[in-house]
């Protein structure tokens, strides 16, 4: 029998198994909450389940961390959108305390996890390889891991062949290394590790913003009624985050930063000047039309994206050893031992401040087709006196990546808040500045 869904937040579990080792328990009736958690910031998924338990589960199955959750959840019983449905298996990897509720149950939750991790923290690598820093990560995501081509999503190429020695680390910490490490094609350190509900990525945020956007969203404040086929779609609760920390942009080199390089044997140095609108003009491939940032005048009437000593990084490099007469003398197989893109471990962080410096949380319909490392389009009115909802604000209104997401689950309810941010801006900054301004700037 199909299930005509008439509310946003209405679902269906088809599945939710307890698999242990004397066999498998249907816990649908047991379960009071479900919360699934995902994050570009995140190696894989994981979430807990709370469980009202009335018959003894926990006693009767000796739960050791030893047992799976399988589930599928989707908006109905009839065919969907497979971006809509959640089938997965989990690794338990906790049971929390108990607590009696009354004579007859008692309450606890169940912390699970993807099984990948379990499985990375009792392995450790310790192998040469060479070639692409993607092509490592997909060799380590399929031999180290095991994991299946099917769960396999973005594996972005890198630039670059590497020379690369992995020291007794795991492999959720060698692709997390390799992830610091790698640029794109555009020479840009903007690669991220995640899982998300389609499998594990190692994608550049230049793919990702060209994603095609997958829902729109309108935001409409709790007290204002919407349309049904609004309320699908609509986020009633928002909190924006600080858009902008001109002191904390500083001094991570948001604006402006220097890199300095040094060969202790050769005593060659470089020196790369980097500046934020320089960075963001390398590409055009950018969520909106502007950058959100186009910098201030000080008062010695430069801008910021100039003032280059607001954060200096030092590293040491090895490019130059091959070209060393000592080097070629003593140690004639040593050759070009490293290239310099470790420094571009120093440069993620602005890239990475800046695409956070908005960032929104948004509570809307569940929908597990809200998921990390996809792109949605807010649709922000403007709020202010004698408006309507045709007016947009400028600053906000614009396509977000999704960097977390949370979906819960209680009763009858199914509501996912997700975490959304832009690099860019459909509005414009001024650039001049006024003559009060440049006053100001001299006092």
Known sequence: MSLNISQSTQFVIKKLNLITKVGTENITGLYQELNIYDSMFMPCIRGDILIQDAIGLASKLTLDGSEYISMEISKGDEPSDSSTVLKKTFRIYKLGNRSNLNQNSELYILYFISEEMIYSMQKKINQSYKGLYSDIAQKVLRDNLKVPLNKIGIIDKTKGIHNVVVPNLSPFDTLSWLMKRSINNENLPNIFFYENKYGYNFASLSTIVNLPVTTNINFEPKNIGTLRSQEFYGARDMILNSQF?????????????????LDPLTRKVNIAKIDYLQTYSRTNKHLNSNPNFTGGRNREGKDSAQMFDSKISLYSFETERDKSDW???NEIQTGKIIDDTHSYVFQRAPILTNLLQTTIHLNVPGNFAFTSGTVVRLKMPLRAVGTNNDNKDATLDGKYIITAARHMIK????ETVIEVVTDSTNKPFTISQNSDMLEAIKK
């Open 411 to 414: 009763g009858d309810i199914h």
């Open 245 to 261: 920390d001109l002191m904390e942009n500083i001094s991570n080199g948001v604006y402006a930063g220097k890199f300095i390089g």
């Open 327 to 329: 080097v070629k003398t």
